[in-house]
């Protein structure tokens, strides 16, 4: 069964830093794009940053220049480096793949998978 499993959350000061991780696992053959959203309180999830199988990144305006996304398609990981946090990136944090199971190896077909979340909290 296919499953994104998020790590790296927690408190954090402003100003400081965290490493969060994704690891796509399971049975699959290929991975397309790969996202990470956030959802703070009270607010609609965000589309925060994308990378495509290539590499090319893309970012949201308001964590340019702060966050690095980067994946290993080897390995079915993506991080984000979110450096210089900020109290307005406190969300919950969730991965997310487009990615063909190895079932459907035979189609051109991608389904969206989401990991479960992991909170990140900036906070002095």
């Known amino acids: 069964q296919v499953q994104l499993v998020e790590s790296g959350g927690g408190l954090v000061q402003p100003g400081g830093s965290l490493r969060l991780s994704c690891a796509a696992t399971?049975?699959?053959?290929?991975?397309?794009?790969m996202y990470w959203y956030r959802q703070a309180p009270g607010k609609q999830r965000e589309l925060v940053a994308s990378i495509a199988p290539s590499g090319a990144p893309n970012y949201v305006d308001s964590v340019k220049d702060r966050f690095t996304i980067s994946r290993d398609n080897a390995k079915n990981t993506m991080t984000l480096q979110m450096n210089s946090l900020k109290s307005e990136d406190t969300a919950v944090y969730y991965c997310n793949a487009d990615l063909t199971p190895t079932e459907y190896s035979g189609t051109n077909s991608f389904f969206r998978y989401w990991g479960q979340g992991t909170q990140v909290t900036v906070s002095s």
């Open positions: 399971g049975s699959i053959f290929r991975i397309n794009m």
